[in-house]
């Protein structure tokens, strides 16, 4: 069996597990600086430990189960790390530093089960949940590759966060309680898991909500993403209205612009009457070209314009997603897929 991982325990976890040692509270303090404030991912570089006890962690458990299957360095220095844990089953998680802060995207599951027609995690099937220790590990992965403090992190990686719950929420408790973070820095985007929404609104942890919208028409969302059958744009967008109630928090609505399918002016206009009366912006992202087979294209920079202007002239508040990572396919999904695919066409046997 292997080892139990450290990453994803908080301290008092650490200290029940070193319930043969006297001093286990101190080693626990000390130990959780080490993982969470310092991103150390091996007991022999704890160096304010003894030596014996580091042999002993060594022995006894494993700081993260992470390993690095692939890393990718884009011309505008974003990262890319393609991680596994022995299982086959990669995921993906990306550092995108700014001016004036550095910001990274993780993923909350291997593939995805939603099928969303545009999505390259989408497209490649669903394989399984994350658990805490994955989710933490990644953004640790990434704080030990820079310098900078990472201060953001968003769940726009592989996955729908809130199919897996249990393992976000006790995430975003870890990466605020242990690591520090602010929990106005953590984002979770969802395509719209209505009763997930409530849960988490309950929880009212003030933590930055947002929801892939992409069309406010139900038949052109639907065609999009089929979790529109279930929970239509009236209740979700309603579920966003009554989250951002209970937290008293602004919340984002993602909006995917395709050209001809969600780039209408029209489309803009049903946008500016659905947000009304409630604190929320949107955030406009231009397609990133998958080979999805249905022929979707990324609108030119005109449409655009003219989108995000009848938005903003009917009073929306409106940002655009800053595109980062074009060579290293930094999209959703795209790098894991790029992964499958050549291990696919490896491993198929040739059909007659
Ligand atoms: N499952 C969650 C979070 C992961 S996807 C969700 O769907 O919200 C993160 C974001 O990337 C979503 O807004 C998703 O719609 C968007 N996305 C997926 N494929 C894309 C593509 N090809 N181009 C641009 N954005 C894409
Ligand atoms: Fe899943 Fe989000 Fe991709 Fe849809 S967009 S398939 S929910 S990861």
Same mark, same amino acid.
């Not at 897996?164 to 985007?189: C, F, M, P, Q, W």
């Given at each position: 069996?292997?080892?139990?991982?450290?990453?994803?325990?908080?301290?008092?976890?650490?200290?029940?597990?070193?319930?043969?040692?006297?001093?286990?509270?101190?080693?626990?303090?000390?130990?959780?600086?080490?993982?969470?404030?310092?991103?150390?991912?091996? @007991?022999?570089?704890?160096?304010?430990?003894?030596?014996?006890?580091?042999?002993?962690?060594?022995?006894? @458990?494993?700081?993260?189960?992470?390993?690095?299957?692939?890393?990718?360095?884009?011309?505008?220095?974003?990262?890319?790390?393609?991680?596994?844990?022995?299982?086959?089953?990669?995921?993906?998680?990306?550092?995108?530093?700014?001016?004036?802060?550095?910001?990274?995207?993780?993923?909350?599951?291997?593939?995805?089960?939603?099928?969303?027609? @545009?999505?390259?995690?989408?497209?490649?099937?669903?394989?399984?949940?994350?658990?805490?220790?994955?989710?933490?590990?990644?953004?640790?992965?990434?704080?030990?590759?820079?310098?900078?403090?990472?201060?953001?992190?968003?769940?726009?990686?592989?996955?729908?966060?809130?199919?897996?719950?249990?393992?976000?929420?006790?995430?975003?408790?870890?990466?605020?309680?242990?690591?520090?973070?602010?929990?106005?820095?953590?984002?979770?985007?969802?395509?719209?898991?209505?009763?997930?929404?409530?849960?988490?609104?309950?929880?009212?942890?003030?933590?930055?909500?947002?929801?892939?919208?992409?069309?406010?028409?139900?038949?052109?969302?639907?065609?999009?993403?089929?979790?529109?059958?279930?929970?239509?744009?009236?209740?979700?967008?309603?579920?966003?209205?009554?989250?951002?109630?209970?937290?008293?928090?602004?919340?984002?609505?993602?909006?995917?612009?395709?050209?001809?399918?969600?780039?209408?002016?029209?489309?803009?206009?049903?946008?500016?009457?659905?947000?009304?009366?409630?604190?929320?912006?949107?955030?406009?992202?231009?397609?990133?070209?998958?080979?999805?087979?249905?022929?979707?294209?990324?609108?030119?920079?005109?449409?655009?314009?003219?989108?995000?202007?009848?938005?903003?002239?009917?009073?929306?508040?409106?940002?655009?997603?800053?595109?980062?990572?074009?060579?290293?396919?930094?999209?959703?999904?795209?790098?894991?897929?790029?992964?499958?695919?050549?291990?696919?066409?490896?491993?198929?046997?040739?059909?007659?």
């Amino acid at each position: 069996m292997k080892n139990q991982s450290l990453v994803g325990c908080t301290k008092k976890e650490i200290e029940a597990l070193l319930d043969w040692r006297d001093d286990a509270s101190l080693r626990s303090k000390q130990m959780a600086s080490q993982i969470y404030k310092r991103a150390q991912s091996e @007991f022999s570089q704890m160096a304010d430990l003894p030596a014996q006890l580091r042999q002993e962690l060594e022995q006894r @458990f494993l700081v993260s189960p992470l390993e690095v299957s692939r890393h990718v360095r884009s011309s505008d220095s974003v990262q890319k790390l393609l991680v596994h844990n022995g299982d086959g089953n990669a995921y993906e998680c990306v550092l995108i530093p700014y001016p004036d802060r550095v910001s990274c995207c993780i993923s909350s599951q291997v593939g995805c089960p939603m099928g969303c027609r @545009f999505c390259a995690t989408g497209l490649g099937g669903f394989d399984r949940n994350l658990e805490v220790s994955e989710i933490v590990g990644q953004y640790l992965k990434l704080q030990s590759l820079t310098p900078r403090r990472i201060s953001h992190v968003v769940f726009m990686g592989m996955g729908e966060p809130l199919l897996n719950v249990k393992s976000v929420v006790a995430s975003l408790k870890i990466l605020h309680d242990e690591v520090g973070l602010s929990y106005r820095h953590l984002t979770v985007s969802t395509v719209g898991i209505v009763p997930a929404i409530y849960q988490l609104a309950d929880l009212k942890l003030p933590i930055h909500l947002a929801l892939s919208l992409h069309s406010p028409y139900d038949d052109v969302r639907q065609r999009l993403m089929p979790v529109n059958a279930k929970w239509n744009v009236a209740e979700t967008v309603g579920a966003m209205k009554d989250y951002s109630k209970a937290t008293g928090r602004k919340v984002t609505f993602e909006y995917l612009l395709i050209k001809g399918v969600t780039d209408t002016l029209d489309q803009a206009e049903r946008i500016a009457t659905l947000t009304r009366g409630f604190p929320c912006f949107v955030n406009l992202i231009p397609f990133n070209w998958v080979d999805t087979e249905q022929g979707f294209a990324r609108p030119d920079r005109k449409s655009v314009n003219q989108f995000r202007a009848k938005l903003e002239q009917a009073g929306v508040n409106v940002t655009e997603r800053m595109e980062r990572g074009h060579d290293i396919a930094a999209a959703c999904g795209q790098l894991a897929g790029q992964f499958k695919q050549t291990s696919r066409q490896k491993t198929l046997p040739q059909l007659a």
